[in-house]
């Protein structure tokens, strides 16, 4: 038999595993333990039509693409999700990638299918935008249709799951990337509305397809640490459900191997090795009642010793996706570490299936415990558009990022209420979730009746007061450590509209120097003579132009031409504009050109940079613009405010202690070190160290570089 003959077998037989594993008649026979026949016969008919459309259309692997739908659609079935989402998930790439519009959806299944599959459609491809601001604008999509129906979130989270189980099948820079995304956004958005099923394995699905070899090395390495774990899980499951019964206490004892990547996740958190990881069991104790929960503990705790401080109370302080449980750690047989979940039958309900609960065959009543999943998705998604619905498709993907936290802490207001906060959120974010304008006015916090810096990280149990100022206003430094999505939409927002501001006050500077070289003072123009001006550039009133001037967007020499009757005036030659007098205080619309770090007393001029401002460069910089018209006349304010970075070389012996020495001379001048390189110290007899230090002036350069130059064994010290 030849090598074709063996392909086409192999890949005929290959087809056939995959018709009996994701085929209509294997997801129909999961169907019928919950649905009506009607139901089902709906879901058939989206089948075939899924079918008809998608005819030709192959994955990756090889197999026709309507097996990837119906895959998913056998996921959602096995959480027992209703007939609208399943014909959704059999329909969810049609309206994406064949000529079938939402409209041709929605006639045949109605409007909710339409609306289910236009939401998990990606946006095509628009001019203009990248590949990441796409995939950005594609999600936000996603979550807004999610403020619709949550039902959207559930098909799209399925179709991850599928995807990342036939990842195999793409090139490896796919599977990183899509890996990585899986972990960074779906994976936490899982953990957020509480489908615990689904985020447990796409972690672990990521996990091997970013970092493979760590996979398997860990994996190895947990069954040789456990080693016949079957038989240890049955003995501590039979020695505590017989412990429950003796109680009196009806319960189901469940136990499991922890997920690879949480092991993953705790060895790297905690910075420990394998051999320190002893928890690698887990047990759960699913009991009728509440109180039974808090009895359970008891009865655990009595079979086998509590580890000090190994205990969470998630029943009286539920997480901000609903979860509740009780959680305690003991010391096992063998001395292994045992994590003991306890939880009633709806918490575990709700722990495993998050939103889903709420859709899900024979599970009470929707205005009961089932909903309450749905309530907490709804408010944490209006919230997020709240805070982050204006920003730009990049910023709100990282918003979200920073708003998808696992962990949680718990502190107090001085009033005694509990606030939940994010694992690492600051005083600065506690002050934002209080109210936005607190978070605005706040100077300095007191924990525990101790004053603290503003970027101290908060720890459950702790009193957090906040001090305010009236004047005192937003720090950009705050971005660097704030981790909620309110705080850092609401400090981005009032550093762009003070952009805003000082992009207007610089441009009417601008204007005006530009005005006065052609003889015409600004403040002698009528009020009819800006009209033509503004209408010709699509603004609405000189404020707006103010702004673009001063953003770079417009250049004022050329916009003062526009002012004059006769447009080609001689005096319109922009190098012999007055100069602009630098302050240092012009804030974020002018910026310090890193390649040559100009300094006060440097000769400097501007190059115009559109939504950057004006950059000054050093006026002998070979990375400034060339062009004439680009140039911006400046010259250094008698008085400068502020430090200003510049770069110096120290050539000197390799000699021990040197850098200790360079250093303390730096600091000594009132110069601070900003950044330091050094070379490979076996380079020989003499090195290079590259300093960024703060100055105030070029006098205080050459004062700093004197000092350097007297220091022993130093041979050289040069400004770059």
């Not at 090889?62 to 990837?68: K, L, Q, V």
């Not at 059999?90 to 939401?119: N, P, Y």
């Not at 036939?166 to 994976?187: D, S």
């Not at 070979?622 to 120290?650: F, M, T």
């Amino acid at each position: 038999m030849d090598l074709p003959v063996i392909n086409r077998l192999s890949t005929a037989l290959h087809k056939r595993s995959v018709v009996r594993e994701f085929g209509i008649e294997s997801l129909v026979k999961v169907l019928d333990e919950y649905l009506p026949e009607d139901q089902i016969a709906d879901v058939r008919r989206a089948y075939e039509f899924g079918a008809k459309h998608h005819a030709g259309q192959n994955r990756s692997s090889g197999e026709p693409y309507i097996y990837h739908p119906l895959a998913v659609a056998r996921i959602l079935a096995e959480m027992r999700m209703d007939a609208t989402t399943l014909m959704a998930a059999i329909l969810h790439d049609v309206i994406e990638d064949t000529e079938v519009s939402k409209d041709r959806v929605a006639m045949v299944f109605g409007k909710d299918v339409a609306d289910l599959v236009e939401g998990v459609t990606k946006i095509g491809k628009v001019e203009g935008l990248s590949r990441a601001e796409l995939q950005a604008e594609s999600f936000r999509k996603l979550l807004l249709a999610m403020t619709h129906d949550l039902r959207v979130i559930l098909v799209k989270l399925a179709d991850r799951l599928h995807n990342m189980r036939t990842l195999g099948a793409t090139e490896p820079e796919k599977r990183i990337r899509v890996a990585k995304e899986t972990l960074q956004i779906y994976a936490p958005i899982a953990q957020r509305l509480g489908i615990h099923t689904i985020r447990t394995q796409l972690e672990d699905l990521a996990f091997a397809n970013m970092h493979p070899e760590r996979h398997r090395v860990l994996e190895r390495a947990i069954d040789d640490q456990i080693g016949d774990s079957k038989n240890l899980i049955k003995g501590v499951e039979s020695k505590i459900a017989k412990a429950l019964r003796e109680e009196g206490i009806g319960a189901t004892v469940v136990g499991r191997e922890k997920n690879i990547y949480s092991i993953y996740q705790k060895m790297r958190r905690k910075k420990m090795r394998l051999l320190q990881v002893m928890d690698l069991l887990g047990f759960r104790i699913i009991v009728a009642k509440v109180d039974d929960c808090y009895r359970a503990l008891g009865v655990v705790h009595h079979v086998y010793k509590p580890v000090p401080g190994g205990f969470d109370d998630y029943i009286a302080n539920s997480k901000a996706n609903g979860y509740q449980s009780l959680h305690t750690t003991c010391i096992g047989p063998e001395g292994h570490k045992i994590e003991v979940q306890i939880r009633t039958r709806e918490m575990h309900h709700i722990a495993d299936s998050g939103i889903a609960a709420h859709w899900q065959y024979k599970m009470g009543s929707k205005d009961g415990v089932s909903s309450a999943p749905q309530v907490r998705a709804n408010e944490w998604l209006r919230g997020l558009f709240d805070e982050l619905g204006t920003a730009g498709s990049l910023e709100f993907i990282e918003g979200v990022k920073v708003d998808l936290f696992p962990d949680e802490v718990y502190v107090f207001t001085p009033k005694g209420l509990i606030r939940r906060m994010p694992k690492g959120a600051t005083s600065v974010d506690f002050a934002y979730s209080v109210h936005s304008e607190l978070g605005d006015r706040c100077v300095a916090a007191r924990i525990d009746g101790s004053l603290e810096p503003l970027n101290t990280p908060l720890r459950s149990g702790q009193t957090v007061e906040i001090i305010t100022a009236r004047h005192a206003r937003p720090n950009a430094a705050w971005l660097n450590f704030v981790k909620t999505a309110k705080a850092r939409s609401h400090i981005r927002n009032f550093l762009r509209n003070q952009r805003e501001d000082e992009a207007v006050r610089l441009g009417r500077r601008l204007i005006e120097i530009a005005m006065r070289d052609l003889g015409v003072p600004l403040g002698k123009l009528r009020e009819e003579a800006a009209e033509p001006v503004l209408k010709a550039y699509g603004l609405k009133d000189m404020e707006e132009l103010y702004a673009a001037i001063g953003t770079g967007e417009r250049l004022a020499p050329l916009v003062a031409r526009h002012f004059l009757p006769d447009q080609n005036s001689s005096k319109s030659d922009t190098s012999t504009a007055a100069p602009l007098a630098i302050e240092g205080t012009e804030g974020l619309v002018v910026d310090y050109a890193r390649c040559c770090r100009p300094i006060p007393g440097d000769d400097i001029r501007g190059n115009v940079s559109v939504g950057r401002g004006i950059v000054i460069h050093r006026i002998d910089c070979k990375h400034a613009k060339a062009r004439p018209q680009d140039w911006v006349p400046l010259i250094w304010a008698d008085q400068v405010l502020g430090d200003y970075l510049s770069e110096i070389r120290v050539h000197a012996l390799n000699q021990r202690g040197l850098l200790a020495r360079v250093t303390a001379e730096i600091t000594s001048s009132e110069s601070s070190i900003e950044n330091v390189q050094m070379p490979d110290r076996a380079g020989g007899e003499t090195i290079e160290i590259r300093f960024i230090i703060t100055v105030k002036s070029r006098v205080h350069l050459a004062h700093v570089m004197r000092r350097l130059h007297r220091l022993d064994g130093v041979e050289k010290v040069v400004r770059t």
